[in-house]
């Protein structure tokens, strides 16, 4: 009988007794889902070269690019001694040795749910939250639930009120073409900083759009949407009965790198997705949706069906941390602390290297990121990506967070994302090597 490999087939038959097996080859087939989620994008590649240049070890290496988080001493100390202590009480085997729920670890549940309440005067209980394996995987689910193919013969979109948006999201719909974005009013500031705000005069609300979805701190802008602003989107999804979705993974309670006045606020309609990876843990995948019960259960079967269980090592981490006040201390004393005199550092080399260039930086207002306007640049980041990344420096372009937006507006192809939590060090080589190329590009 036929034997198959993945792309070709060992033939046998009777005639074939004493003879060599005969082998024919054939291209292997894949299913639209294969095709869509093998395909090569930008995105791909670039972290591709990441992990080369990580590999390198090469001494002039500048990685610029990249949303891992700093490796921080003092929050790396925490966590070991905190394994330390569910080793020592027994707590080790259940983390590693079970299967939670698919809904996740209950106490932790209980334990965050009630914390909460406590830090924003919610009114949760461990039914309106869910976790999965990452920030990733919780998008892919709600997306996925949420937009596409509709069970009436329609068919939905997420909406991104406000473009650039994290990249991440780009490719994470089961159908094509699931995502909408609209363009930015851009505010000009002081001190060479500019702002996107919501254009909510061009912000219309189709019967096709399934929900609103932005990031707060955005990826990759750094900023973060006011208050008012957030009040008039959640007020949007509720008039027209859709979600609000807030990736909340830089933002309050933890590991709330946020430089600005932001207050958060939940409600039936509005879904709230957080993660433990910003808070020093991206290796734990520990991702938490906060949404009605209704989708708190859509979300758990998702997770029975494709995973069986969500990750247990985050929860177990975190739930003493939380009921001991650890996680609000490591938070407020060593992680925002951290990242703000990282940024400080980066904004006076930024005005040090770029003082005679055209060149602007969003309002620095929360994440690890800072976003730089290269105003009439005359090639694309793309390419500047290239001529950076033989010297060694590497940024993030920024076309590729300009989702569905069109690529005529020639400011997607002005724009950068740096990660700025490295060393001064680090981070004065790169602008320096930055500055050269946009020396040379700016006076041919």
């Not at 009114?123 to 069970?151: C, E, K, P, R, W």
Request: charged letters at 20%; aromatic letters at 10%.
């Amino acid at each position: 009988m036929p034997q198959v490999a993945f792309n070709r087939c060992l033939i046998l038959t009777n005639d074939d007794a004493g003879c060599e097996p005969q082998f024919i080859h054939r291209a292997m087939k894949l299913s639209k889902f294969g095709q869509k989620f093998s395909r090569q994008s930008g995105i791909n590649q670039l972290m591709v070269d990441l992990g080369e240049a990580y590999a390198s070890n090469h001494p002039d290496l500048c990685m610029l690019g990249g949303g891992n988080p700093a490796f921080i001493p003092e929050a790396q100390a925490l966590f070991g001694r905190e394994m330390e202590e569910l080793i020592e009480n027994k707590l080790f085997e259940k983390m590693v040795g079970i299967y939670d729920g698919p809904q996740g670890e209950t106490t932790f549940l209980d334990v965050f749910s009630q914390f909460l309440n406590e830090q924003f005067g919610w009114n949760l209980t461990a039914d309106n939250i869910s976790l999965t394996n990452g920030s990733q995987n919780s998008f892919f689910y709600l997306f996925n639930a949420l937009a596409g193919d509709m069970g009436d013969g329609s068919f939905k979109k997420i909406l991104f009120p406000l473009s650039p948006e994290y990249v991440g999201y780009a490719d994470s719909g089961l159908s094509e073409d699931m995502f909408a974005s609209r363009r930015p009013r851009i505010e000009m500031l002081e001190n060479r900083q500019f702002k996107y705000r919501v254009d909510f005069d061009e912000l219309e609300i189709g019967d096709d759009i399934a929900a609103i979805c932005l990031s707060r701190p955005t990826n990759p802008t750094g900023n973060v949407v006011s208050d008012k602003e957030l009040a008039k989107l959640q007020a949007l999804a509720s008039k027209n009965g859709i979600p609000l979705i807030v990736d909340n993974a830089y933002g309050q309670p933890f590991p709330n790198v946020i430089y600005t006045d932001a207050n958060i606020t939940w409600s039936d309609n509005t879904i709230f997705c957080m993660s433990l990876s910003k808070l020093g843990l991206p290796g734990a995948r520990t991702g938490i949706v906060i949404a009605s019960e209704e989708l708190t259960r859509v979300i758990s079967s998702l997770s029975g069906i494709i995973t069986l269980a969500p990750n247990s090592i985050g929860a177990s981490l975190m739930t003493r941390m939380i009921e001991d006040d650890e996680l609000t201390n490591l938070t407020e004393t060593i992680i925002k602390p951290f990242y703000r005199k990282r940024l400080d550092t980066a904004i006076e080399i930024f005005h040090s290297e770029f003082a005679d260039l055209p060149v602007l930086m969003h309002k620095p207002e929360g994440a690890f990121f800072l976003w730089l306007w290269l105003q009439d640049l005359p090639i694309s980041t793309n390419e500047l990506y290239h001529r950076l990344k033989a010297r060694h420096v590497y940024v993030i372009p920024g076309e590729e967070f300009f989702i569905d937006i069109d690529p005529a507006w020639e400011h997607t192809r002005q724009c950068l994302r740096i990660n700025y939590a490295l060393p001064s060090d680090r981070l004065q080589r790169g602008f320096r090597v930055l500055a050269e190329e946009l020396q040379a590009l700016y006076s041919a």
